[in-house]
């Protein structure tokens, strides 16, 4: 029961309010473009990482595969899957289940492929680095004496 009516009109409103977006690296300047905050000063965009922060990212994409493979597990028991009757509805309901199971067991593989791939990046270029450091450590003269 209605006890009130409202009156108006409904007209569309053409503008869409975008609330502000939150600082999503509040606290972690080293994520910021250019790498402000974090390693060695930048000249041009880009982001810059310690060797220990390529080190603890390589090691979260490895953990992140990780929980990929330990999910296949659950792929493997869809694939098996068998109907509950031997009637038409059963045995194609298991059958789409099995493709289901082998889409799934596809995509984690996929995903595993992925976030080990990434892992060995951030590997790669912590030894760039090392590499550099150490064509710069061999390009500074290494002499003793007085200044002047």
Same mark, same amino acid.
């Given at each position: 029961?209605?006890?009130?009516?409202?009156?108006?009109?409904?007209?569309?409103?053409?503008?869409?309010?975008?609330?502000?977006?939150? $600082?999503?690296? @509040?606290?972690?300047? #080293?994520?910021?473009?250019?790498?402000?905050?974090?390693?060695?000063?930048?000249? &041009? +965009? %880009?982001?810059?990482?310690?060797?220990?922060?390529?080190?603890?990212?390589?090691?979260?994409? $490895?953990?992140? @595969?990780?929980?990929? #493979?330990?999910?296949?597990?659950?792929?493997?028991?869809?694939?098996?899957?068998? &109907? +509950? %009757?031997?009637?038409?509805?059963?045995?194609?309901?298991?059958?789409?289940?099995?493709?289901?199971?082998?889409?799934?067991?596809?995509?984690?593989?996929?995903?595993?492929?992925?976030?080990?791939?990434?892992?060995?990046?951030?590997?790669?270029?912590?030894?760039?680095?090392?590499?550099?450091?150490?064509?710069?450590?061999?390009?500074?003269?290494?002499?003793?004496?007085?200044?002047?």
């Amino acid at each position: 029961m209605i006890e009130k009516e409202i009156g108006g009109q409904a007209i569309p409103v053409t503008q869409v309010y975008v609330p502000p977006q939150p $600082d999503t690296h @509040a606290g972690r300047p #080293e994520l910021l473009p250019g790498g402000r905050g974090g390693g060695a000063p930048q000249t &041009g +965009p %880009g982001y810059a990482f310690t060797p220990e922060q390529l080190t603890s990212i390589a090691t979260e994409w $490895d953990e992140l @595969a990780d929980k990929f #493979e330990s999910c296949e597990r659950y792929a493997l028991v869809l694939i098996e899957v068998e &109907g +509950p %009757g031997a009637e038409y509805a059963s045995i194609n309901n298991a059958e789409k289940i099995n493709e289901s199971g082998v889409a799934l067991l596809e995509a984690l593989h996929q995903r595993v492929a992925y976030c080990r791939s990434m892992a060995q990046k951030f590997r790669d270029t912590l030894g760039a680095y090392g590499n550099a450091e150490g064509d710069a450590a061999a390009a500074v003269p290494k002499s003793t004496g007085t200044l002047g």
